[in-house]
């Protein structure tokens, strides 16, 4: 990374980056790029898209480091901040990623709140497929019609904390490329393995020839959560925030559990309460593996 670049400004900056970046494009707010950010963002593309609209040198790092693709990045020389800006856009750069270069202005069209810091990336997060997760021990976690973008976000990073072999979106409502699920999963929607299904007889084959044991987070009764025995192989299915699981579920054979409420609320959040479980069913598993 040539030092001159951060340390200057204005049209020396220009100047310098010009010289070192060959093969980008400079446009405006009219440029089709510049629209299929705002489509993204705002889910106009047919079928909900799997590219998301990405900023932030963490989330846009590990982004690189997880081996996503990006479709292009859009640069606003004037917003770039320090060393740590203009070694990402060499890294992206050097991958052959198409370079746009847009004023900040047109750069404001796109930024959520708090800035890019003159870097926004255009990024693909395709789902996975139930037959790609491996058959071995581990937590599965069902979500069944989950619909508030963050939540979905909270569950992804704590699925990611307790090494949870992935995620299913059954009766799937958000798409994993909203701004808010992103946000709230702090990167982990990267690593985390997401799979969307909405063919509960193919689920329910894949449950049973996998071996799974299904345990349902259920408000209304069961075994309390610090009772509840958790095997090591256990497919964890939470419901929606205001219908719970769908009885398809119930037809299979499960156990259930809860979590009890001392206060007058009935029910935790479900992101907070998906922790919860998470966590101890991780920590029967190591206290019965032994």
């Known amino acids: 990374m040539d030092n ?12 310098l980056f010009k ?7 400079w446009v405006g707010s009219k440029h089709g790029i510049i629209k299929r950010g705002q489509d993204l963002i705002r ?6 898209g799997q590219v998301a609209v990405i900023q932030g ?9 997880t081996g996503k693709h990006f479709e292009a990045l859009l640069v606003c020389l004037e917003e770039i901040i320090g060393a740590e800006g203009w070694r990402l856009l060499d890294s992206v750069y050097n991958n052959g990623v198409p370079i746009y270069v847009i004023s900040k202005k047109t ?7 708090g800035g890019s810091a003159g870097l926004i990336g255009y990024i693909s997060l395709p789902y996975h497929q139930l037959e790609s997760l491996k058959n071995e021990d581990g937590l599965l976690i069902i979500l069944d019609g989950v619909e508030i973008p963050g939540n979905v976000g ?7 904390a307790v090494g949870a072999k992935g995620i299913v979106l059954y009766r799937r409502k958000v798409r994993i490329t ?12 990267y690593r985390v393995p997401i799979i969307w299904e909405d063919d509960f007889e193919k689920l329910k084959l894949f449950l049973e020839s996998r071996k799974y044991n299904i345990i349902l987070a259920d408000a209304t009764g069961g075994t309390p959560y610090y009772k509840t025995k958790f095997p090591q192989k256990t497919a964890l299915v939470l419901g929606s925030e205001k219908y719970g ?4 579920f119930y037809g299979l054979a499960h156990e259930r559990t809860y979590l009890p409420m001392l206060g007058d609320m009935d029910s935790l959040n479900v992101g907070v309460a998906a922790t919860v479980l998470m966590y101890e069913a991780g920590f029967y598993s190591d206290r019965h593996s032994k």
């Open 107 to 113: 750069m404001a069209l796109l930024e959520e709140a």
């Open 178 to 189: 909203h701004p808010k699920l992103l946000r709230a999963s702090l990167t982990a929607a």
């Open 154 to 160: 909270t569950i992804l990073r704590s699925a990611d």
């Open 57 to 65: 040198y963490f989330a846009l790092n590990e982004a690189l480091v």
């Open 19 to 25: 010289k070192k970046y060959q093969n980008v494009e």
């Open 245 to 248: 699981i769908s009885e398809s």
């Open 4 to 15: 001159k670049l951060w340390l200057t400004s204005g049209e020396e900056r220009e100047a």
């Open 43 to 48: 889910n106009r593309i047919p079928g909900g």
